[in-house]
């Protein structure tokens, strides 16, 4: 099965004047197309800053990282931007999107800044939003949606563009069960109808239950 995602041997340090903290201590991971991989640990194990480096947001101070074929270079921001643009549909716990725009226009919006401009991005935006289930609320806004609906939208604007891998931080925090069961049935379903690596940072235990593996990390290391 082709690999979307390899990180090898992913170190992380801040430093902040003395101070010296390594987050991530060689951290390794593969995640290959159609695959769901749950990645738990407890506050401050490095989960979130390994999600980070994972999404071309941060860069390790050592180790790589390859998505879909392409290696990731670290002192070259122009392609860590280009990289995220192109490869990486991100999902966030607090859907993040702009309230004065409709469903639709959310996911244009997004499109444009990838780089696809007025009718293409109109047709894409449609598409991946009758994908996630919401053809009936595209002209809604925010406000009139339902929670799982937003993150719906929010799921939506990932796929715009057809990314390799998705990357979701906490997607069913502010949910309830049954509709964070149904977010988590439609990322398994989308991951493996649309050949697409899942990486899903959480705490909920349902998504052990939609999740090919489960890693953890604990004090920036995998859990053996």
């Known amino acids: 099965m082709k690999q979307v995602l390899e990180a090898r041997d992913v170190v992380k340090v801040f430093e902040e004047g003395a101070q010296r903290v390594e987050v991530l201590k060689g951290v390794s991971i593969e995640v290959a197309a159609g695959e769901v991989v749950a990645l738990e640990?407890?506050?401050?194990?490095?989960?979130?800053?390994?999600?980070?480096?994972?999404g071309c947001i941060l860069t390790p101070t050592s180790g790589?990282?390859?998505?879909?074929?392409?290696?990731?270079?670290?002192?070259?921001?122009?392609?860590?931007?280009?990289?995220?643009?192109r490869l990486i549909g991100f999902v966030f716990q607090q859907f993040n999107l702009f309230p004065a725009l409709t469903a639709l226009e959310n996911v244009e919006y997004s499109l444009n800044v990838r780089g696809t401009p007025g009718r293409a991005a109109a047709q894409e935006a449609r598409r991946v939003l009758e994908r996630v289930g919401l053809g009936e609320r595209l002209h809604f806004l925010p406000r009139d949606l339902s929670g799982g609906q937003k993150q719906r939208v929010a799921i939506a604007r990932a796929l715009a563009g057809s990314p390799q891998l998705l990357l979701a931080d906490e997607p069913t925090a502010n949910l309830d069960t049954a509709v964070g069961e149904q977010v988590l049935d439609l990322f398994r379903d989308l991951a493996r109808s649309e050949s697409k690596g899942l990486v899903i940072v959480t705490h909920d235990p349902k998504v052990r239950k939609i999740a090919d593996r489960v890693v953890g990390i604990h004090d920036g290391r995998l859990a053996a």
């Open 41 to 54: 640990g407890p506050s401050g194990s490095g989960k979130t800053t390994f999600l980070s480096i994972l």
């Open 64 to 85: 790589g990282v390859t998505i879909a074929g392409e290696s990731v270079s670290s002192d070259k921001p122009e392609q860590l931007r280009d990289v995220r643009r």
